[in-house]
């Protein structure tokens, strides 16, 4: 009787070594499964530029504006990349850049030529959920302090820009120059 319990509580004939490796694999693969829950929980906030210009939709484009308690800026909402590791390391976050509701995205396509960035009507949990990256609509986060950079992955060195007030913000692979390619993220609760 004895050697039918100890093969009841050791899983047949499959020994307690095994049974324990298959609960670890078990619990390593629901432990990356709610990573994954978390990490897509999105973060909505409003964009400044360093010269407390905002973020407002103006038509189907972004332009900047001096903030004042008059002015709304858009809601922009990030969510993070499901396949980080497909894209290049070292560059900052790869994330989603949804504008108002989210229904619009931020989009990096060529035109003449020369990448641009677009407004897109897509809806940023559809971009999320697709089986891969969906790179014209990615970019590198990178946070310095509270500043932040918007690097373009589908055009590498081209950066979310902005420059005069009622202008709208562009790609620029200028850094330093009279373009402004840091921003702050306000975050809202």
């Given at each position: 009787m004895k050697n039918n319990e100890e093969k009841i509580f050791n899983g047949g004939d499959v020994g307690l070594g095994s049974w324990r490796a298959g609960l670890l694999a078990s619990i390593a693969i629901f432990s990356e499964y709610l990573n994954i829950l978390s990490s897509s929980s999105d973060m909505t906030g409003s964009v400044s530029d360093l010269d407390h210009q905002v973020w407002i939709l103006q038509g189907q484009m972004l332009v900047t504006v001096p903030r004042t308690n008059s002015v709304a800026s858009v809601t922009v909402t990030v969510l993070p990349c499901k396949y980080p590791e497909s894209l290049e390391q070292g560059k900052g976050n790869p994330i989603y850049l949804g504008i108002q509701n989210p229904d619009m995205c931020l989009c990096c396509e060529e035109t003449d030529g020369q990448p641009t960035l677009?407004?897109?009507?897509?809806?940023?949990?559809?971009?999320?959920?697709?089986?891969?990256?969906?790179?014209?609509?990615?970019?590198?986060?990178?946070?310095?302090?509270?500043?932040?950079?918007?690097?373009?992955?589908?055009?590498?060195?081209?950066?979310?820009?902005?420059?005069?007030?009622?202008?709208?913000?562009?790609?620029?692979?200028?850094?330093?120059?009279?373009?402004?390619?840091?921003?702050?993220?306000?975050?809202?609760?």
């Open positions: 677009q407004l897109k009507e897509e809806k940023i949990l559809d971009l999320y959920n697709q089986p891969e990256p969906v790179k014209p609509f990615l970019f590198y986060h990178a946070q310095t302090g509270t500043t932040s950079t918007f690097e373009s992955v589908a055009f590498s060195g081209w950066f979310i820009a902005s420059s005069k007030k009622g202008q709208p913000i562009f790609l620029t692979s200028e850094q330093g120059k009279s373009y402004n390619i840091n921003f702050n993220f306000y975050r809202k609760p």
